[in-house]
């Protein structure tokens, strides 16, 4: 099994910046991506950003390209989420999430990890 626990959420001005963090523990192992998603009230859950953790290869959500970096600290067994140029649209929860399983296309779909953070509010206003 596989605990994964998000920080660094807040509230922030437009244009502003926040890094998410997301420390993982347990059978780390046995994982092959982490991701980050996220969730408006009203909205289904869109899959933000994904590292395939074995070579570094990252994907991306159109709507955060080009502001948002994902990255993974092998030693410290962490994600973290870069997020530049925050609009009010980027406000809701973030989750972390990694799978076990094999992923065929773009690995921004939720069913595709079985291993999910509690979630931290990300507020831009």
């Known amino acids: 099994h596989v605990q994964l626990v998000e920080s660094g959420g807040g509230s922030v001005q437009p244009g502003g910046s926040l890094r998410l963090s997301c420390a993982a523990s347990g059978s780390i192992y046995s994982t092959s991506y982490m991701a980050w998603f996220r969730q408006a009230p009203g909205k289904e859950r869109e899959g933000v950003a994904a590292?395939?953790?074995?070579?570094?290869?990252?994907y991306y959500a159109d709507s955060v390209k080009g502001r948002f970096t994902i990255s993974h600290d092998i030693a410290k067994n962490t994600a973290y989420l870069q997020m530049n140029s925050l609009k009010p649209e980027d406000t809701a929860v973030y989750y972390c999430?990694?799978?076990?399983?094999?992923?065929?296309?773009?690995?921004?779909?939720?069913?595709?990890?079985?291993?999910w953070g509690q979630g931290t509010q990300v507020t831009v206003s």
């Open positions: 999430a990694a799978s076990s399983r094999v992923i065929g296309g773009v690995p921004l779909g939720s069913p595709e990890y079985n291993y």
């Open positions: 590292i395939y953790t074995h070579v570094g290869s990252t």
